[in-house]
């Protein structure tokens, strides 16, 4: 193969191009795959299992799944963005069936076949399906894995997947549903010990005084007072006895530098005010339309928390000038990176490995227990230690999606079709990760904290708060205004969606609008300046599957409602449908849902997101 024939390696692959990154044989019989996505409630391992399984030709149940681990697995950035299988999964393919590759030629070398007479079942090498007596695991020694991916292998066809395109039954969801040690929550080290931060209650907050002794006496057992700055925390042996020193601390500290939240910043539009950093994507700004000709319509949301089913955790353990953290964040390689600048460490000194926990779709408290956990670790080597929040501090101190207002803006053409759009958008900031160290807690606390990172967001798509701001629909001009205020009184980062979620409803509550002021069928409208045909097959679908009919009699209380998007408009389409009855209270009947997400891997995972997505919705 020339170098200019040489075909180009998707991010993944070429951030971590060494095979041996991704597959092993260490194990007789045993195949240890490697994936650095995370599984946080999407079954997403169980998919990477079945790519895997697919491209290599082997049993999913020979597979050991090594999973966000600093020190074993590859360096894929966040699990976030529904971009697992996207990128992660196309990576571990092209992978996997190179390594399938050069276990053909080494097995053609040594038996001297032909190499397209060769194929393998489960992990034997065949001969035109004939055993030959060879397998993946006595050939290893003799295939390097420790080369360059080239992306040269040939994938299967989809009309060759035996293992890709099936249900196959999760495999992390036993031990949840039964009760088991599933979680980090449940991880037990020996001489472990027990932490909780007294918060500061502002950012900025400065430490005045502190009565240890009377948080002493209220624990009515032995705790130790860990302070750095304006980092304190409570540390025991008996996770019951540090609990009850944490529930009175917060009355015996003494801060300065605590401003009173302003009761009016809760309010969505309190954003309008505030200074902003403003941009405009797409077209040119238009002049205003006619009255007559004009559309507007204004949409708020209030924050949002993530209110996952269990409080943060993290633990970790300092020895001999090596950290060790485990955390349920969807990140390891960039807490790492965070815990190194936050410390002072290499990042070599620091491993960081995930752990279940929670379901989360963003960034919610995670990072930071893990890093409760770090900074007092280091501050006494040689004992583990494990920081659990309260339900109170998750609610009060984790990330929540920023509170949105949006403006819908149309100019219409004669057949009341919108010949130009604009979405203004007013946000906080979605994108507030602990890559560089600055949003974590810990990190503010302690002396000579760094400095926050700069309020950026990329443009879209994908997008951040202007995430789905632009119309799907074949509109002649179409734009973006956004606002981004940079500070906001709470603290702000990604929830599943970003700013999609408020967008894609004002878009789709303007075009039902649009619709009845031109008389026309909310369906039949969005199909009229729709022109991508998979979008257009998704709407007909999905109103195909609902026995959609232009109104329904009038006087039953009962209407049906349509709403569509690609999410950032260039991923899975979805549209649905759903039947609501309005009598005293809003009822939601049925719902159905048509989605085109492309090659799917698992489709009971992708109906669980579906169906998940769905449920959270309502």
């Not at 540390?235 to 500290?253: F, N, R, Y």
């Not at 209110?307 to 964040?329: F, M, N, R």
Request: charged content about 20%; aromatic content about 6%.
């Amino acid at each position: 193969m020339t170098a200019s024939a040489t075909p180009q390696l998707p991010g993944m692959l070429r951030d971590n191009p060494r095979l041996d990154q991704w597959v092993r044989f260490d194990t007789p019989g045993r195949v240890m795959v490697a994936t650095g996505r995370v599984e946080i409630g999407q079954g997403v391992l169980t998919a990477m299992r079945q790519i895997a399984a697919e491209e290599l030709d082997i049993s999913p149940d020979r597979i050991l799944l090594e999973t966000g681990d600093t020190e074993l697995t590859p360096n894929e950035g966040y699990t976030a963005g529904s971009q697992s299988i996207q990128f992660g999964g196309v990576a571990l393919r092209l992978a996997c069936a190179e390594v399938r590759a050069l276990f053909l030629d080494a097995a053609a070398s040594k038996l001297g076949h032909a190499r397209g007479a060769l194929s393998v079942e489960d992990g034997a090498i065949l001969h035109r399906g004939a055993v030959t007596g060879e397998d993946y695991w006595s050939l290893a020694a003799a295939v390097d894995l420790a080369r360059e991916a080239t992306g040269g292998a040939p994938i299967k066809k989809a009309s060759e997947h035996r293992v890709v395109g099936r249900n196959l039954p999760r495999t992390d969801l036993a031990e949840k549903i039964f009760g088991g040690p599933a979680f980090l929550h449940d991880m037990s080290l020996d001489g472990m010990r027990h932490a909780r931060v007294i918060r500061q209650p502002r950012r900025g907050a400065a430490v005045r005084a502190i009565d240890e002794a009377a948080i002493r006496r209220a624990a009515k057992g032995p705790v130790e007072i860990v302070r750095d700055g304006n980092f304190v925390a409570i540390l025991g042996e008996d996770e019951t006895i540090v609990d009850a020193a944490a529930a009175v601390a917060p009355s015996h500290v003494s801060w300065d530098n605590v401003d009173a939240l302003n009761p009016f910043a809760e309010e969505a539009r309190w954003l309008l005010q505030q200074p902003s950093i403003d941009k405009i994507h797409g077209a040119p700004p238009a002049d205003p339309a006619p009255p007559a000709r004009a559309y507007e319509a204004t949409y708020t949301r209030m924050h949002i928390a993530h209110a996952s089913i269990g409080p943060s955790c993290g633990v970790a353990l300092y020895e001999d000038g090596k950290l060790q953290v485990w955390t349920h964040c969807q990140g390891v390689y960039p807490l790492r990176a965070a815990l190194a600048r936050t410390l002072k460490l290499d990042p070599a000194q620091i491993s960081v490995k995930h752990v279940q926990g929670p379901g989360c779709y963003g960034h919610n408290g995670a990072d930071d227990a893990a890093a409760d956990a770090a900074v007092i670790a280091v501050r006494r080597p040689g004992v583990p230690v494990r920081v659990r929040w309260r339900r109170e501090e998750e609610f009060g101190f984790e990330p929540v999606s920023p509170a949105m207002v949006v403006t819908a803006r149309a100019a219409l053409d004669d057949d009341g079709k919108p010949r130009d759009w604009t979405t203004e958008i007013w946000s906080g900031r979605h994108t507030s990760r602990p890559g560089g160290g600055g949003n974590l807690l810990a990190a503010e606390a302690l002396p000579d904290p760094p400095p926050p990172p700069p309020a950026v967001e990329g443009p879209p798509p994908p997008g951040a708060g202007t995430r789905n701001g632009e119309p799907l629909y074949a509109f002649p001009a179409r734009r973006i205004v956004h606002h981004l205020i940079a500070e906001t009184p709470v603290r702000t980062s990604s929830l599943r969606g970003l700013g999609a979620t408020l967008n894609v409803y004002a878009i789709e509550s303007a075009m039902d609008e649009l619709a009845a002021r031109a008389g026309q069928d909310p369906v039949a409208y969005r199909l009229s300046v729709l022109a991508d045909p998979r979008a257009r097959k998704t709407v007909e679908r999905v109103a195909q599957m609902a026995g959609w009919q232009a109104g329904l009699p009038g006087g039953t209380g009962k209407g049906c409602g349509i709403g569509f998007a690609q999410y950032k408009n260039m991923a899975a389409y979805a549209a649905v449908i759903a039947e609501v009855e309005v009598d005293e209270t809003v009822r939601l009947l049925r719902v159905w849902c048509a989605a085109d997400a492309g090659l799917v891997i698992n489709p009971d995972g992708a109906i669980n997101q579906l169906e998940g997505g769905i449920v959270q919705a309502t």
